[in-house]
């Protein structure tokens, strides 16, 4: 059984550019959750997306943004990137209703 | 709006000592969670508690959940050096799994 995988794994970008991070979800799990957790702080939702339609979402600006695909892999976007979207980018996958199992991450850095 | 208070932030214990990590959190939930996180790493899961009452444990470390007071506790019995991590306890609100509130964490260092 494959885990959660995420790519890529570190990733350096200026402020006003675009950012496009991947997420693998595990077997068998059809809901994927995006979280981002600044330095120092606990993890914040940013959206759930389950059967590719986006399933409730965090306190975020809509330059976050995500999609989902058939095979229930998932894709974050962000927009106009800010200093502040430094962070580590956590997906989660599950069943729906079901524990999450994380990722790995992804290290973005906004210069 | 659901919020989840952990203390302490930062706990220094000794090799061999016991202690307990508090999780207060404010609306109705379905499930609590705690996490592991070393530095630069993603989170480890620990336990997943889904009942009044639940209580669960994993080698030197027990968690309990008391939904009636909103509270769970993270107890750490004779703590050494590999237990020195960060501690995140998560809650997802009612009907609303994977959408999880996190505390704000403990980092615990063990010292020899």
């Known amino acids: 059984e494959t885990g959660v995988t995420q790519s890529p794994t570190h990733l350096i970008k200026t402020r006003g550019q675009q950012v496009t991070l991947r997420c693998s979800s595990q077997?068998?799990?059809?809901?994927v959750s995006w979280y981002q957790q600044a330095l120092g702080q606990g993890p914040q939702f940013i959206f759930q997306y389950y059967r590719e339609e986006e399933n409730g979402r965090g306190n975020f600006p809509p330059r976050f943004s995500g999609l989902q695909f058939p095979n229930y892999s998932s894709e974050l976007n962000v927009n106009a990137l800010e200093l502040d979207d430094s962070a580590l980018y956590l997906c989660?996958?599950?069943?729906?209703?079901?524990?999450?199992?994380f990722g790995p991450g992804t290290r973005l850095t906004v210069l | 709006e659901l919020k989840v208070e952990q203390n302490p932030l930062f706990l220094s214990m000794q090799e061999g000592k016991n202690y307990t990590i508090y999780c207060n959190y404010s609306t109705t939930s379905d499930r609590l969670y705690w996490y592991r996180q070393d530095p630069g790493k993603s989170l480890e899961s620990l336990f997943v508690l889904l009942s009044n009452g639940a209580v669960k444990q994993e080698g030197r470390l027990m968690a309990s959940l008391d939904t009636k007071a909103r509270l769970s506790t993270l107890h750490i019995t004779a703590a050494v050096h590999d237990l020195s991590a960060t501690y995140f306890c998560a809650v997802d609100p009612n009907l609303n799994a994977g959408k999880s509130t996190f505390g704000d964490g403990t980092t615990l260092t063990v010292k020899p």
């Open positions: 077997s068998g799990h059809n809901t």
């Open positions: 989660a996958s599950s069943q729906i209703d079901n524990e999450q199992f």
